[in-house]
């Protein structure tokens, strides 16, 4: 929408105007200019469909594949996305009173009304549903030693659940594999469950009486540092981008589809298009070294 793209413009200037600082501070030369309008550069893959990428792939080109996986790999194991009209989390949450959608993730409701996450929690909690076949090819890519890293999502762990190691796994929005009071201190995940399975009755720390949760990561929460140090290490690196079930609307994970190189190949397998920007963004983007999202156009 108009205030996201809003958002991201400012975003983009910002680090324009970091960029031309640094380079005057360094006296280095200028960037090179964009290339002329109309200029096609050429295609890596052969055409620009699944068998142009399978193909790109089997050709031994793709070595350090990059995945970023949405809740919609995870609806036909029976886990609802959460914003597909009808059907999607945010859209029946009703029986749960809450004055929002979101408030279910949001840190001031929590503290106000715990119960609701926890309710929540025991039709999310791990466990209860297989993985799909989308998780079963994340995990073949890693096997056959073609996959540098998935960035998820989910809180479903079920990308662990599909036999993919922990350490190819960035669950960008927390999981249940960990938990905290909300003031840092470390609590068990098995008293954690306990406290979901009977009833929703939310716990508390041992040390302090706060209020804990799962490692979740919540509205207004910082995204885990092993987030940010990965997609750093990792992008520079992706030879191959395949995005799968998001509808790439939560920031800034979103954001991660700019992070290749413009060169690099990458695949959006959706139920709706996402992740292009207009051309005056695009533009701007370029300008910073800034990928330039998706481009479905010819």
Known sequence: DDEEQLSGLALLIRKLALRDAERKAANAPPEPEEPP??????????????????????????????????????VS????????PGTGLYDNLQKYNLPHPTAVFELDYFRENPKPFYLLAKELYPGQYPPTPTHHFINLLHKKGLLLRCFTQNIDSLEAAAGLPQDRIVAAHGNFDRAHCL????AS?????????????????????ELVKPDIVFFGESLPPRFSHLVS?????????????????????????????????RMLVNREVVGEMDERMAKIARLVGYGAGFDFGE
């Open 77 to 84: 194991a029976g886990i609802p996305d959460f914003r597909t």
């Open 233 to 265: 290490e990792d992008f520079p690196q992706c030879d191959l981008l395949i995005v799968a079930g998001t509808s790439l609307a939560v920031q800034p994970f979103a954001g991660l589809i700019n992070h290749p190189r413009d060169e690099v190949p």
């Open 37 to 74: 309008e109309g200029f096609m550069p050429t295609p890596v893959l052969s055409s620009f469909d699944v068998e142009g990428v399978a193909e790109f792939i089997k050709s031994g080109k793709a070595k350090k594949i990059i995945v970023m996986a949405g809740a919609g790999i995870s």
């Open 189 to 209: 995940v098995d008293d954690v469950r306990r406290h979901v399975d009977d009833g929703g009755e939310p716990m508390r720390c041992a040390r302090c009486g």
């Open 183 to 186: 003031n840092g201190h470390e």
